[in-house]
């Protein structure tokens, strides 16, 4: 299983960028995923997460409002839309797909890891 991970950038504070996550040697989309970030010097931290369906989501507080996830089961990919980017969201983003179908915010139960995505947020 691999997932790839793609989308990050230099981007100026207040605007906008979209990740996207494609999987292959697996079905994606019977599986919740998650996206998480590390900035330097700082753990990983889960960003927000989707169920398989969809019809779930979660999302960090210093996230929500601003970030979507959504999922495209045609095209097996996860995005991560990204607005009103701010300098603390500067991190490599990583995408992972869970061991079951249900959305969990337990690092653990990622299975699955993306190489990760650089956002660079200027001021």
């Known amino acids: 299983v691999q997932l790839q991970a793609s989308g990050g950038g230099l981007v100026q504070a207040g605007g906008s960028l979209r990740l996207s996550c494609t999987a292959s040697g697996r079905t994606f989309s019977v599986y919740a995923a998650g996206w998480f970030r590390q900035a330097p010097g700082k753990e990983r931290a889960f960003v927000g997460g989707?169920?398989?369906?969809?019809?779930?989501?979660w999302y960090a507080d210093s996230v929500k409002g601003r970030f979507t996830i959504s999922r495209d089961k045609s095209k097996n990919t996860v995005s991560l839309q990204m607005d009103s980017l701010k300098p603390e969201d500067t991190a490599v983003y990583y995408c992972a797909s869970s061991r079951g179908s249900q959305l969990t915010t337990r690092t653990a139960s990622y299975i699955y890891w993306g190489q990760g995505t650089l956002v660079t947020v200027s001021s």
């Open positions: 989707i169920s398989a369906s969809g019809g779930s989501t």
